[in-house]
């Protein structure tokens, strides 16, 4: 599959034909740049050692206060968690279907009228670069409060990624059975279902099944601006100041994202290919005759997994809160707000609020790429050999993953006050707990080879790391931390909805007061800052890696 910017990117061979030295003053210069605006950062910010202790103290009284936690209204706290669910499922369904259908027009291999290729692309393009959260902003003002509004947001968020990966799949594909039933006459639709789609099965339920788990964490908090779920009570909670029943809605969502994070990964286990060593795929088991398909333990699981799916989708449906009566005023709505958009208007205070985005980011990055660093080789045994400690660390980067960053912004904001001092801790402790994964997983993966020779030779560990860990991580190191940057940067884009700094609370105040031509003027600065720092990425992983 090809590599995508929602997927943590891997190590690969150099690009063929770029000098050695051209390579090293790449390899130099993305950190070098990371530096440079990192130290503005720090200054734009205004971190500094004695505030960040302030914060600390201000966090630990803030954190007394919320002990012991309080469940409060069990029923109702159940009740949102369980709508929470269905807006993840309901949301990653209806993007699929779509993605379907743009992924087939916006691939290389379309045959198609270009325009209908390059409308597909758009749209996949425009949907990745707006946050989730964003997208539920202006479904609340289409549609009114509740959790039609958060699937929708999580639907219209989700075909940026999954079209963009399924288009991927689908170029991927050997061209020769498409090739062969167009020879014999057979339909575009015929040859895209028989050759391409059936083939592209695999990749794309564990495409989807890995959407969903982002979908969940994705929607636990969209209650936030009030389309739906658990994220209502939270808001509720922590606007009242009643801190002891956040911290309990908090631990609920925690403890529903691990399970489900559990239960993705065991199906997607179960769906992949060659999911044990030593086993082989087998689609079919053997029927009465060679001609005839029959049933193995494999497809029966398969064809029952996609049953329960499709009940759980159709179910999902059913609790959006969707009615007739609704669709005409979304409709109003809809023409109130496109018609709203034009002209978009971007002033000097959206600049600023994009500019306090990108800043927080990148400089949220730098600190979350070192101290990911540090764990990720605190956790593998290429220089330091402490089992226990290895196994605390993950822990914790597990732990810490499965808190939202707008969570950590919404503590934050109650315990330092609003700016974007508390949106930067909420991103640096996600970028830490991100790099900290991808780094790990990356040093685990590097070639033992050297490192045996270079022991062999009597070299200390930490010779070994320097010598022949180090060289081999360096592509991974710098293709994770773009990565972390670009994942960074959205979520930068909506903790102002808290007061967590950035362009988030203009969006917020703009929607909120119907001035949709500055909405608008966001939206469009969102995109182009998003789809610019894209192509910068991918152009800098081309020369690293």
Known sequence: MTQTLDRPPRAGRPERGLTRPARRLTTWAIPLAYLAVTAFGIWWIDIRPEAVAAGFGDIARLLERMLPPESGNVPGLLSGALETLWIAIAGTGLATIASVFL????????????????????????????????????????????????????????????????????????????????????????????????????????????????????????????????????????????????????????????????????????????????????????????????????????????????????????QLAFNPARLGRAWENTLALLSGFVPPIITTDVLAGIFESVIMALTATTFGGVLGLVIAVLSTNLLIRFEPLSLLLRGVVV?????????????????????????????????????????????????????????????????????????????????????????????????????????GFLLDESVASLDYQTTAGILVCLIVVVVALESVARWARKKVI
């Open 399 to 503: 732990l810490v993953r499965g808190v939202p960053d707008i969570i950590y912004a919404l503590v934050f904001v109650a315990a330092l006050g609003l700016g974007p001092f508390a949106g930067f801790l909420a991103l640096a402790i996600s970028c830490t707990a991100l790099a900290a994964k991808f780094f790990t997983d990356a040093l685990q993966k590097v070639d033992p080879a050297p490192l045996r020779a270079l022991e062999a030779t009597g070299a200390s560990r930490l010779q070994v790391f320097v010598s022949g860990v180090w060289p081999q991580f360096v592509p991974s190191f710098i293709g994770n931390s773009l990565f972390t940057s670009d994942l960074a940067l959205r979520e930068s884009a909506v903790l102002g909805i808290v007061g967590a700094g950035g362009i």
């Open 103 to 318: 992924a087939a027009a916006a691939a290389r291999t379309f045959t198609g009228p270009k325009p209908v290729q390059w409308a597909a692309q758009f749209i996949i393009v425009v949907t990745r670069a707006i946050p989730s959260l964003v997208f539920a902003l202006i479904f609340v003002r289409i549609f009114g409060l509740g959790p039609l509004a958060g699937g929708l947001a999580i639907a219209v968020h989700s075909v940026g990624m999954i079209g963009k990966m399924m288009a991927d799949v689908f170029e991927e594909q050997e061209p020769a059975p498409r090739e062969a039933i167009a020879a014999v006459g057979a339909g575009r639709l015929q040859n895209f279902v028989a050759t391409t789609f059936s083939r592209a099965l695999p990749s794309v339920t564990s495409l989807v099944l890995y959407r969903l788990d982002i979908n969940i964490r994705a929607s636990a908090v969209l209650g936030l601006v009030g389309a739906g779920g658990i994220g209502v009570a939270l808001q509720t909670a922590i606007g009242s100041l009643n801190y002891r029943r956040a911290a309990g809605i908090i631990l609920v969502i925690v403890g529903m994202l691990l399970v489900l994070e559990i239960v993705s990964y065991l199906v997607q286990r179960t769906v992949a290919e060659h999911a044990d060593t030593g086993t082989t795929a087998e689609l079919y088991g053997r029927g009465r005759d060679a001609a005839t398909a029959g049933w193995n333990r494999a497809r029966i699981l398969r064809s029952t997994g996609a049953l329960v799916a499709l009940a759980l989708f159709v179910f999902s449906l059913t």
